[in-house]
């Protein structure tokens, strides 16, 4: 059975953590799913970790339905969030709808993501009056990271402090499902955390927060050209990984794979009368 938002929000209440993980292709989605991840976010990452760009900015619409396309194959039990990419809802409330709205009917998402605190909340009340759940993002959002310099924490001062708790209440009040809260204080995560009724879902927010967000290739050691702070590496497949192509790489070259036992051979007596036909005609 799938998960539900409702399930999403009564984790918050009974005091359980919430789990989510980031995948962008069928095979990763469907070892997330297995492990009982409760939510699956295809993110505008896959521009760093998947397509090589040095941001999210250039992400396309096309580029994130094509990805969440592929991940929603390989989910069953997980409640199924897009990232909505840059410029994609900051235009208009009416082209906010309409591409949340792809995310939903052409990708098989079951919610959508979008960056921005209260900015953001004319669009975010437009796509959830349209039926479609929105989880709000605030904190470092990285699509405007150059605009609030850099990857960097934010809320360290009082006054962006108070900006961060009430746009926390902000996207709230507009009807997001749950928050994502990044790179902020874990003092300021807390309280942000017992303010909003709905679920707040950390990276780099500390533990005070329902529930926690990682990259899966940054948990797993596979995009190792930088790696955050606040990231805890449960494997380190990268070296794994280039071990073994190295490996194919010599033993094809050296004539040692594939051997008779990665091999069909057919029958014997078939294969001889094929051979000495051939030579013989």
């Known amino acids: 059975m799938t998960v539900t938002i409702t399930d999403i929000q009564k984790k918050k209440t009974s005091g359980e953590k919430i789990t989510m993980l980031t995948a962008y292709d069928y095979s990763m989605a469907r070892l997330i799913d297995q492990a009982r991840v409760d939510m699956v976010l295809v993110g505008d990452s896959l521009g760093m970790v998947a397509l090589g760009y040095s941001s999210t900015v250039p992400v396309t619409m096309e580029e994130m339905l094509h990805h969440c396309r592929a991940v929603s194959r390989g989910v069953r039990h997980s409640f199924l969030v897009g990232d909505m990419p840059y410029l994609s809802y900051q235009v208009s409330e009416e082209e906010a709808v309409r591409n949340a709205g792809l995310f939903i009917k052409t990708a098989g998402c079951h919610g959508v993501k979008l960056e921005g605190g209260s ?3 004319p669009a975010i009340e ?20 150059t605009a ?3 990857y960097s924490v934010q809320g360290k001062d009082v006054e962006s402090g108070r900006k961060l708790v009430e746009d926390a209440q902000a996207v709230s009040d507009a009807g997001v499902f749950a928050i994502v809260l990044e ?3 874990s003092p300021l995560a ?15 927010a500390g533990n005070h927060c329902d529930g926690q967000v990682l990259v899966t290739n940054d948990l797993l ?8 702070g606040f990231v ?15 490996e194919y790489v010599r033993e094809v070259e050296d004539g040692g794979f594939p051997d008779d036992e990665h091999s069909f051979r057919g029958s014997d007596a078939v294969m001889a009368e094929i051979i000495s036909g051939m030579k013989n005609g």
């Open 119 to 121: 900015e953001s909340v």
């Open 126 to 145: 437009k796509i959830t009056r349209a039926g479609i759940p929105v989880m709000g993002h605030i904190g470092l959002t990285p699509q405007t990271a």
């Open 148 to 150: 609030l310099g850099g």
């Open 183 to 185: 790179c902020i204080p």
């Open 190 to 204: 807390a309280l942000i955390t017992e303010t909003v009724p709905i679920p707040t879902v950390g990276i780099g």
């Open 221 to 228: 050691g596979l995009y190792d050209k930088f790696t955050p």
């Open 232 to 246: 805890k590496k449960y494997a380190d497949l990268a070296p794994v990984i280039r071990k073994a192509l190295s």
